[in-house]
């Protein structure tokens, strides 16, 4: 369960981190990607360890606030089980050619 809201929280701080303060990527970042402690993340702000864990935790707040809003994180995952299908389809055609193509295309899109 926990692994699984790392994981969720890691996406939505992919996706919406621009719409945060530089404090809050900061904090997200190095709490989240770079397993830093509440503690250690106190003392390289000098600030008290109370202090990074409302502000981490108002923070995941608000970006599970945007993707109620907003869906990105939503979205990417629809589009990536589409994607699958679409791979797992038998398709024998002269369009496989485009087929493949606009797949390709797709997939860049995240």
Avoid: C, W
Wanted: charged share 35%; hydrophobic share 35%; glycine share 2%.
């Amino acid at each position: 369960m926990l692994l699984e809201k790392t994981t969720r929280i890691n996406y939505l701080f992919d996706f919406y981190q621009s719409l945060l303060t530089p404090k809050q990527k900061s904090y997200m970042s190095l709490y989240y990607l770079d397993d830093y402690s509440l503690g250690e993340i106190a003392e390289e702000y000098n600030v008290s360890r109370q202090a990074v864990y409302d502000n981490i935790k108002r923070t995941e707040m608000m970006l599970e606030e945007y993707e109620q809003k907003l869906q990105l994180f939503k979205k990417f995952q629809e589009r990536k089980k589409i994607i699958e299908k679409l791979k797992g389809l038998p398709f024998q055609s002269e369009m496989k050619e485009e087929f493949d193509r606009l797949l390709h295309l797709l997939e860049k899109l995240d």
